[in-house]
């Protein structure tokens, strides 16, 4: 993949966001599919509230875009940031956690928001 020159600017605040490592783990799970903040607490392990403020600063950064169904909350990756190549490169670079939404959806704790 040829990544497109960014600005500085751009490059650093994407890099900042992705450098929390509870961030980086989101946007794992958020690449592989939509993902519901509740299903996040549970392959994170982090409470519902600190999810929400590390996926509050993806928003805000453009990183991620959100979409309401009935009372829950989706993110999905924004495909349109400017510097979506470059988290995409990083995150192919890292181990797949396809695994854990498996065992996630096999344990029945990913229907408690898909209803």
Known sequence: MMLKPQSIQQTSQTLKLLGDSNRLRMMQFIYER??????????????????????????????VMEQRKGSWVFYRMNDEHA???????????????????????QDGLNVICHK
């Open 83 to 105: 510097t979506i190549e470059l988290i995409k490169e990083i995150l192919q670079s890292l181990p797949s956690v396809q695994g854990e939404l498996d065992e996630l959806e």
């Open 34 to 63: 939509e993902c519901c903040v509740c299903e996040l607490v549970e392959l994170i392990n982090l409470s519902q509230p600190a999810i929400s403020q590390h996926l509050r600063k993806l928003r805000d950064g453009g990183l």
